[in-house]
């Protein structure tokens, strides 16, 4: 199997990750509903629509800042993590990078809003 089908094949279904180990595991900020999200991106980075499909799935709102259209966003986003890796889902002023880990902290931040 190639690496792109590999990077996005479905993820397997089943129960989300318990939302306390999963923040522990990628040193963020535990998935709760009230958190404020913002998602640095760019249009034609195949990680951010791999992160912008499940935000759609999900019906998960974030605030989208893309780096390449506003320049305001991409500094914004150096100043914060001394990167300018996207996507960078920021989840209370804590940053979060790799679309896999975005991925399955959404899943879980999305488990935890319906069972709210």
Do not use: N
Request: proline share 8%; glycine share 4%.
């Amino acid at each position: 199997m190639s690496i792109f089908r590999r990077l996005f094949a479905s993820r397997p279904s089943g129960p989300p990750e318990d939302p306390q180990d999963l923040a522990r595991r990628l040193g963020v900020p535990a998935p709760d509903r009230r958190r404020k999200l913002v998602l640095y991106k760019f249009d034609s980075c195949p990680y951010c629509r791999r992160v912008l499909r499940t935000l759609d799935e999900l019906a998960v709102e974030v605030d989208l800042r893309d780096t390449l259209q506003d320049r305001h966003h991409g500094t914004a986003l150096f100043e914060l993590t001394g990167r300018t890796q996207v996507p960078c889902l920021v989840i209370d002023g804590t940053p979060l990078f790799e679309s896999s880990d975005i991925v399955d902290w959404l899943r879980s931040y999305a488990a935890h809003a319906r069972a709210a």
